[in-house]
């Protein structure tokens, strides 16, 4: 089983609507939760950053941690055919030097 | 400023060459790493420097070297590579403090060895 499990889709959604982009984890122990988002043949530009349960929000983004249930999302509100790219979550112990444990990451479309 | 730079862009090389990568952050932050990324997959880790020393090593092989020779640069030296390490190759750093854990990655260098 992988620490981090995601659905690497594609996912396909019309402008305008609520995107939910998902990852499951099997290890209790990690405690910093992160979503990135990656535009094709660039690098990861961070989205959201959290830290234990609960939610954080920014803009259209929200970011929701429930560590009972091992399970973290990402909702976009209003999404743009600007926000087509590939969203890896990541999460880690914590630490002053860390290993990021990525999920697979998940190919959204959002088509005008 | 949230700024990692990367220089090449793009590489192409034999596998008898040698060539460098490197990385740069001005954001004061003490830990560096380098990630490599193939296409569709997600980035795995290489190195980590924590305070310009070495920390992690993720069994990387020897044509991998990598150098950090102040707090603000990250070198990657290549050597006798093979068509397979073909990739994206990402640079990170972060505060290097607990509880500083966010990464930002650099835009990457993509290498092709022919």
């Known amino acids: 089983q992988k620490e981090v499990e995601q659905d690497p889709g594609p996912l396909s959604v019309p402008e305008g609507a609520i995107v939910s982009l998902n990852c499951t984890y099997s290890?209790?122990?990690?405690?910093?939760f992160m979503w990135y988002r990656q535009y094709s043949r660039k690098g990861p530009e961070l989205l959201m950053y959290t830290y234990s349960s609960g939610n954080k929000e920014d803009g259209r983004f929200t970011a929701q941690v429930d560590k009972s249930s091992k399970y973290i999302s990402l909702f976009i509100r209003d999404s743009q055919p600007s926000d087509s790219a590939t969203y890896l979550c990541?999460?880690?112990?914590?630490?002053?030097?860390?290993?990021?444990?990525f999920g697979t990451g998940t190919l959204l479309a959002v088509q005008p | 400023d949230t700024e990692v730079t990367q220089t090449p862009k793009h590489l192409v090389m034999g596998m008898t060459n040698k060539k460098s990568l490197k990385c740069e952050q001005h954001m004061g932050h003490r830990a560096m790493y380098w990630y490599k990324q193939k296409a569709k997959k997600p980035p795995e880790l290489m190195f980590v420097y924590s305070y310009e020393k070495l920390s992690i090593n993720e069994s990387v092989p020897s044509r991998f070297s990598p150098e950090c020779p102040n707090s603000s640069l990250l070198n990657l030296h290549l050597h006798a590579l093979q068509p397979e390490d073909s990739a994206l190759y990402l640079c990170?750093?972060?505060?290097?403090?607990?509880?500083?854990?966010?990464?930002?990655f650099g835009p990457g260098t993509r290498l092709l060895v022919l």
């Open positions: 990170a750093s972060s505060q290097g403090a607990a509880g500083q854990e966010t990464q930002y």
């Open positions: 290890n209790s122990a990690f405690q910093y």
């Open positions: 990541a999460m880690n112990y914590g630490g002053a030097t860390n290993k990021l444990i």
